[in-house]
């Protein structure tokens, strides 16, 4: 069971959407800043490294949201057993801080990828909903990951993407071009949707010597193409 009504979540996914579609797609941030990886529903490390290292809340002796600002890499849900309760945490922190909490999108945040690496499960355990029905928690939580930013630049130096920058981003223009609500379209047909997938799946190669776009065998075993790694070279061009 879950301690939310599916109501409650509802409701909470509307205030988040409302505060993420009045903010662009690429988010620019200053500096002090905390940065967290994948999440994948591990609500209790997320506990522990609020409890380590501080958290965002003001009160208490622990809180530092008044001091830093947090950034969520994505990948909040799928492979952990509390995927609701980290989704439900961080978007209850972004209505409240909606300044100071930054949550960009990462490859799960997909239903296509959630359905089948636990989130639709747990939706469809703890919450006995159909994940399938279209006014399900899960579609809701979906529609609301369309609307999520999908890079970050602090103190514009430092660019945070979940994925990398591929084959085809270029430049930030391309991702401020980009419409949402965003579908990720994983057979892509144009350069928007391989754009879009470069940023979420794509990977740096796994040493400098290797150069150039390289093909992701283990993230794309079909040999599509679309998903690919990508060299030093790559990076160099792309910060001129």
Request: proline letters at 5%; hydrophobic letters at 35%; aromatic letters at 10%.
């Amino acid at each position: 069971m879950f301690d939310f009504s599916p109501e409650m979540i509802m409701q909470l996914c509307d205030q988040a959407q409302a505060v993420i579609e009045n903010q662009p797609i690429v988010l620019y941030v200053e500096s002090p800043i905390k940065i967290f990886g994948d999440i994948h529903g591990q609500y209790s490390d997320l506990m522990r490294f609020f409890d380590l290292y501080g958290s965002p809340c003001i009160g208490s002796q622990e809180g530092d949201i008044e001091s830093f600002d947090y950034l969520f890499l994505g990948d909040f849900v799928d492979r952990g057993s509390h995927s609701l309760e980290t989704i439900c945490l961080l978007m209850a922190l972004k209505v409240k801080y909606p300044d100071q909490i930054h949550l960009i999108r990462g490859n799960h945040e997909d239903r296509w990828i959630n359905n089948g690496f636990g989130f639709s499960d747990e939706c469809c355990t703890r919450l006995g909903e159909d994940p399938t029905d279209e006014d399900s928690v899960f579609n809701r939580v979906n529609r609301f990951f369309e609307w999520l930013p999908l890079c970050a630049v602090i103190d514009n130096k430092i660019l945070c993407i979940h994925g990398g920058i591929g084959s085809t981003l270029t430049n930030l223009d391309d991702v401020d071009k980009l419409k949402r609500p965003l579908e990720v379209i994983h057979e892509v047909q144009t350069p928007e949707q391989q754009l879009v997938v470069d940023i979420l799946w794509s990977d740096p190669t796994d040493s400098d010597t290797e150069l150039g776009i390289q093909q992701n065998t283990i993230r794309d075993p079909g040999g599509t193409g679309n998903i690919v790694k990508f060299g030093p070279d790559r990076v160099q061009k792309f910060l001129q």
